[in-house]
């Protein structure tokens, strides 16, 4: 589904992403894992079309077609999403108003009708309760007033709503409790299927416990340094990624 | 100057001339001192600092027609749910125009005219009186016309469940010096929905005055629009009484030149007041607000957002002022003003002017001005919204904050839906 071959990537004067390979096929769940600065949320950002960041070299195709090419919303009608580390505020534009919106701007980019309003608020209502949000949170204005807990679980919800293919999460663990962080991962777990691919990046291993990866890169320097199954992430958490960050600096 | 050179210079008609000899000795002894003031200070130059980023030239050279029957205007806003509507074209009412048949006895709409000349001991008092004409220049040409327009009197202790619309107009090529008195009789309940309209090449002359009783709630909701080649210029003022409630909202949706001063003053003590508003402007269109609180008694609260939405090459101006005189112990205002602009041509100026004489008050004020987040846009286009339409979304959101406010449902889901359709084509020269 998802081929990145050399990708990099940076800001101005700044080399971040310096030559990732990556294939993610449909069905899978990759987690990328690294210390901090190591390139993993420029990496999600660059998939999502963040104007940011200037790709220098490589490519990352969807399907075989160019993702780079595409613009963040074209890119979001051909299934993929970003579920944001830090979600953004939208004062004055409702959660249900704001999810209507986009969904029927990637049905209209896909050629299909809008949905029906009344049959769309029920299906909102019952995704909601799948993350543990009420009526008030849906009608709320966007992230607006949100604790860090429920912005993310906003995330997940507006995932399981615009049913995307490729599901890239930026840090979703970060600042959740075990409670929330259970709630979280129920969602995900609920959305795998064979159609569908999640590439996770996460700094701890502890959401690995309750979303099941099929794959772990460890990501250090904006490279992928190493790939392995989910023995990987455990080896990380017991070792930290102090070995991985010597033989980087060795390279 | 004297009064014929400055119409001379500027190309209205003589109004002393003009101006009909009716009504009692009051009425024109009180048209003859706004002229002497207009004579006195001719019209306003960027010199004088309330006008120091609003240059009428645009107006100043045109010759406009004054008087005579009124024009047939393009266009008159209906309203579904209200309990009477008022027309005011080229500063005459219009009675074919207007229906106040479902008006209960106690409430009265009477032409200005009509008023002078049979209802004057209940006017006397407010006309002319409650808007300071003497400071504004505008005003002071209005007053000197005072001809026609609406005085609008509710009973003390009755309450009008519907509003009361009323429109003013000033046809193509026409100057007209419109006037609307609003007297709320004690414990009172009142909504009032004005809407004022500059067509081509015309300039309207607003002046609304507002007699708040005490314990009356009253609320005003103001829509104004003019043409490119047109100009609106009203002073509204409110002089509220103690306990009243008094809301206030201008919604501006642009006009070549239009200037708006708006004011309350707190006459009594515990009194609400909200002045809010949304100026909107495109093209090279121009829109000045001026705002003013004058809190002169104790423990009043006051609370003022304007935000502003430019686009194009437009201006905008905003200028809110709030005076806590001596008298006005624990005083709690809030003022903001906040702006949009969408176009790298597009440029407003805002001062907020605080003038605080009393010493146990909370006073704030803060005024911004910027462009849509980025971020923002890309969040939205990240859930596949295409970037016209998320930038669509977040202006609009921006200003419904201001148009929720509108009390009257029709009023307010129209103007959502036609601001929101506006939106659509902003901010073209960018992106």
Same mark, same amino acid.
Request: hydrophobic share 25%; charged share 35%.
């Given at each position: 589904m998802l081929t990145v071959t050399n990708l990099h990537a940076g800001v101005e004067d700044k080399q971040i992403l310096r030559g990732i390979d990556l294939q993610v096929n449909a069905g899978e769940v990759h987690a990328i894992m690294g210390p901090n600065g190591s390139g993993k949320s420029t990496f999600a950002q660059v998939l999502a079309g963040k104007?940011?960041?200037?790709?220098?070299d490589g490519s990352v195709t969807l399907d075989g077609e160019d993702l780079l090419d595409l613009e963040p919303d074209e890119r979001a009608a051909k299934g993929v999403f970003l579920a944001f580390q830090y979600p953004v505020q939208i004062p004055g534009v409702s959660n249900a108003y704001f999810l209507r919106s986009a969904l029927n701007a990637i049905r209209k980019a896909r050629g299909e009708a809008e949905v029906d309003p009344m049959q769309f608020l029920k299906a909102l209502r019952e995704k909601a309760a799948v993350v543990g949000m009420d009526d008030a949170m849906i009608q709320r204005a966007v992230n607006e007033g949100f604790s860090g807990g429920e912005k993310k679980r906003n995330e997940v919800f507006q995932m399981m709503v615009l049913e995307p293919r490729l599901c890239i999460m930026d840090e979703t663990d970060s600042g959740l409790d075990i409670d929330a962080l259970k709630i979280v991962a129920n969602g995900v777990n609920a959305m795998r299927n064979p159609e569908r691919a999640f590439v996770i990046v996460t700094h701890?291993?502890?959401l690995l416990n309750y979303i099941v990866p099929d794959y772990v890169h460890v990501m250090v320097g904006g490279r992928i340094v190493a790939s392995g199954g989910r023995e990987l992430a455990l080896e990380l958490e017991e070792k930290g990624y102090a070995g991985f960050e010597q033989e980087e600096a060795s390279v | 100057m004297s009064a014929t050179a400055v119409h001379e210079a500027h190309g209205f008609d003589p109004m002393l001339d003009a101006a009909p000899g009716w009504g009692n000795a009051d009425l024109k002894a009180l048209r003859k001192a706004a002229a002497e003031r207009f004579a006195e200070v001719g019209l306003p130059t960027l010199k004088h600092e309330e006008w +120091?980023?609003? !240059?009428i030239k645009p107006i100043a050279g045109r010759a406009y027609r004054l008087g005579g029957d009124p024009g047939t205007p393009r266009a008159l806003p209906e309203l579904p749910g209200v309990a009477a509507r008022v027309v005011v074209v080229d500063g005459v009412f219009v009675p074919e125009l207007s !229906? =106040?048949?479902? =008006?209960? @006895?106690?409430v009265a709409v009477l032409p200005l005219r009509e008023a002078c000349e049979h209802n004057w001991a209940n006017i006397a008092a407010h006309l002319g009186r409650i808007a300071d004409w003497e400071a504004h220049p505008f005003a002071a040409l209005n007053t000197a016309h005072l001809n026609d327009g609406v005085a609008l009197r509710i009973g003390g202790g009755v309450s009008l469940d519907l509003p009361v619309h009323v429109v003013f107009v000033a046809t193509k090529g026409r100057v007209a010096h419109s006037r609307l008195l609003l007297i709320a009789g004690e414990e009172s309940n009142l909504s009032v929905i004005a809407h004022a309209y500059a067509e081509e090449d015309a300039l309207l002359n607003l002046v609304e005055e507002a007699w708040v009783g005490a314990r009356a709630r009253t609320n005003l909701s103001r829509i104004q629009d003019a043409a490119d080649s047109g100009a609106l210029i009203s002073l509204f003022t409110g002089r509220v009484h103690a306990e009243a409630e008094c809301e206030t909202v201008t919604l501006t949706l642009g006009g070549g030149l239009v200037r708006n001063d708006s004011g309350i003053v707190l006459a009594g003590e515990n009194i609400h007041a909200t002045l809010d508003g949304l100026y909107l402007g495109t093209r090279k269109q121009h829109v000045d607000h001026h705002t003013f609180l004058d809190h002169t008694m104790p423990n009043c609260n006051s609370f003022e957002t304007y935000k502003g939405i430019l686009d194009g090459e437009a201006t905008g101006v905003f200028n809110g002022k709030i005076f806590v005189r001596?008298? @006005?112990? +624990?005083t709690d205002s809030k003022q903001s003003n906040m702006n949009l602009l969408l176009s790298r041509d597009a440029t407003v100026n805002s001062k907020p002017q605080l003038e605080i004489f009393a010493d146990d008050v909370r006073c704030t004020h803060g005024a911004t001005i910027g462009q849509l987040d980025p971020s923002q846009i890309f969040y939205l286009r990240t859930r596949g919204i295409p970037i016209e339409k998320a930038r669509q979304i977040l202006t609009f959101a921006f200003a419904n904050d201001i148009i929720s406010k509108l009390p009257h449902e029709p009023l307010r889901e129209r103007l959502e839906e036609q601001i929101f359709e506006r939106f659509a084509s902003s901010g073209t020269n960018e992106s």
């Open positions: 104007e940011d960041f200037e790709v220098t701890y291993q502890r | +120091k980023y609003t !240059s !229906s =106040l048949d479902a =008006l209960p @006895a106690d001596q008298d @006005a112990q +624990k």
